[in-house]
């Protein structure tokens, strides 16, 4: 089955960068595009970032864009988010995401990120 195992998180002051990356298996991780989330307490999940599955095209939330960095390597089964100048309001569990069909898709358990002084 398939499993994203989340990793890097922790406690950065404002202004730092975290990697976070995310190992994926129980599928052909290199046939499709993956997605970062995060959840904030008190609100939604919201989307991060995205790549597809040759790394080739990337999107990201406004909220993000200049700052974060998605990347993957096909080769080790995994998708990294690069995140610098770090502000108080990207503190949220970041989840990894994948969707393999129309009717199946899967998150990781989460890493959370606090960016605090």
């Known amino acids: 089955q398939v499993q994203l195992v989340e990793s890097g998180g922790g406690l950065v002051q404002p202004g730092g960068s975290l990697r976070l990356s995310c190992a994926a298996s129980?599928?052909?991780?290199?046939?499709?595009?993956m997605s970062w989330y995060r959840q904030a307490p008190g609100k939604e999940r919201e989307f991060v970032a995205v790549?597809?599955?040759?790394?080739?095209?990337?999107r990201y939330a406004d909220s993000v864009k200049g700052r974060f960095t998605i990347s993957r390597d096909n080769a080790k089964n995994t998708v990294y988010l690069q995140m610098n100048s770090l502000k108080p309001e990207d503190t949220a569990m970041y989840y990894c995401?994948?969707?393999?069909?129309?009717?199946?898709?899967?998150w990781g358990q989460g890493t959370q990120v606090t960016v605090s002084s």
């Open positions: 790549i597809t599955d040759t790394g080739v095209v990337k």
């Open positions: 995401y994948v969707k393999t069909s129309v009717w199946d898709d899967s």
């Open positions: 129980g599928f052909t991780f290199s046939s499709y595009p």
